[in-house]
T-cell receptor, first 113, second 111 residues
Framework: DAGVIQSPRHEVTEMGQEVTLRCKPISGHNSLFWYRQTMMRGLELLIYFNNNVPIDDSGMPEDRFSAKMPNASFSTLKIQPSEPRDSAVYFC???????????FGPGTRLTVL | DAKTTQPPSMDCAEGRAANLPCNHSTISGNEYVYWYRQIHSQGPQYIIHGLKNNETNEMASLIITEDRKSSTLILPHATLRDTAVYYCIVRAKAAGNKLTFGGGTRVLVKP
């Protein structure tokens, strides 16, 4: 298996633009997580899905952030409009219900100018 | 989830054992201790977890005290590639899938 796949790996955009981050979980995993990592706040859970249904989105910063999981093999995290303070590394992770570990993707480094 | 306390950083000599402490004095009976690490510019990686018994796998050993208020992750023969931030996380399985990462311990393995 290729592991968790994220795209793009790097994104540079200007303030006000829409940003879409993509994630393909490991095949067979039914839980998917979006995290954000910054120097100031460390690694934070934004939202997680189980069987494509959002279970906990309490970590989503504000209405500018939205996440979808239309099927078991794809999820998006969208920021509209983006702001410089959204600059961070965004990680996607997946997990199977019969396993104990979360598998993380390589992350997307987002820079909002 | 119970809060954990880890030293912010530590150095270790290559080839020697690295012992990483973690305090979790408010841990509940149904909470597990998980360890993850994050090598620079990569996503976190699962290492090991345990409830009350000591655990060992190909990466590390986990020693949990009898009162479960603290634990130690042991890397038996540290290599330069073990340089990373190590996170100790306490979580109940019934709490769903959430992992709450603290500051972790930045481990530098020196030649």
């Amino acid at each position: 298996d290729a592991g968790v796949i994220q795209s793009p790996r790097h994104e540079v955009t200007e303030m006000g633009q829409e940003v879409t981050l993509r994630c393909k979980p490991i095949s067979g995993h039914n839980s998917l997580f979006w995290y954000r990592q910054t120097m100031m706040r460390g690694l934070e859970l934004l939202i997680y899905f189980n069987n494509n249904v959002p279970i906990d989105d309490s970590g989503m910063p504000e209405d500018r952030f939205s996440a979808k999981m239309p099927n078991a093999s794809f999820s998006t995290l969208k920021i509209q409009p983006s702001e410089p303070r959204d600059s961070a590394v965004y990680f996607c992770a997946s997990r199977s219900d019969v396993d104990n570990e979360q598998f993380f993707g390589p992350g997307t480094r987002l820079t909002v100018l | 989830d119970a809060k954990t306390t880890q030293p912010p950083s530590m150095d270790c000599a290559e080839g020697r054992a690295a012992n990483l402490p973690c305090n979790h004095s408010t841990i509940s009976g149904n909470e597990y201790v998980y360890w993850y690490r994050q090598i620079h510019s990569q996503g976190p990686q699962y290492i090991i977890h345990g409830l009350k018994n000591n655990e060992t796998n190909e990466m590390a050993s986990l020693i949990i005290t009898e009162d479960r208020k603290s634990s130690t992750l042991i890397l038996p023969h540290a290599t330069l590639r073990d340089t990373a931030v190590y996170y100790c996380i306490v979580r109940a399985k019934a709490a769903g899938n959430k992992l709450t990462f603290g500051g972790g311990t930045r481990v530098l393995v020196k030649p």
